[in-house]
């Protein structure tokens, strides 16, 4: 079935937020197939985080997202791609509704970069080429 790649940022990890998180994915009913706590390398956000290249917020993302381990996962299900963006809720943590991971337990106040606890792939075509870098073995 259809795959995602899900990484609990630095946030996410520091704050012990991991089993809340690969709770709500479980208790959505999607299968949790690959997870590793890991220090992400220079090479794999840059790859990540191409598309974000030459923004202004691109410098301290890169510092936050290896200022401490995160955890990478490979979510599958049906319709898991939208669904985990959909538990996820909005990139900005203010916006995001209540009931999703980021409206619920997000706190970015006075930081240079959205910390908004994850990541999750935005179509398949992403979900396939994320997955690669983060579990190139797969
Ligand atoms: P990801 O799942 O992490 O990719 O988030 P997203 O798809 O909801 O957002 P997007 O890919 O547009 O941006 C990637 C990350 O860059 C976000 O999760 C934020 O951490 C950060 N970011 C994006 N837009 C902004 C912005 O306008 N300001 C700031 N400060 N950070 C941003
Ligand atoms: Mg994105």
Known sequence: ???????????????????????????????????ELLKARNDQLAAHYAEHEGKPFYPPLIDFMCSGPLVAIIASGEGVIAGFRSLAGATDPTAAAPGTIRGDLARDWGTKVQKNLVHGSDSPESAAREIAIWFPES
């Open 1 to 35: 079935s259809e795959r995602t790649l899900v990484l609990v940022k630095p946030d996410g990890v520091e704050r012990g937020l991991i089993g809340e998180i690969v709770s709500r994915i479980e208790a959505k009913g999607y299968a949790i197939e690959r997870l």
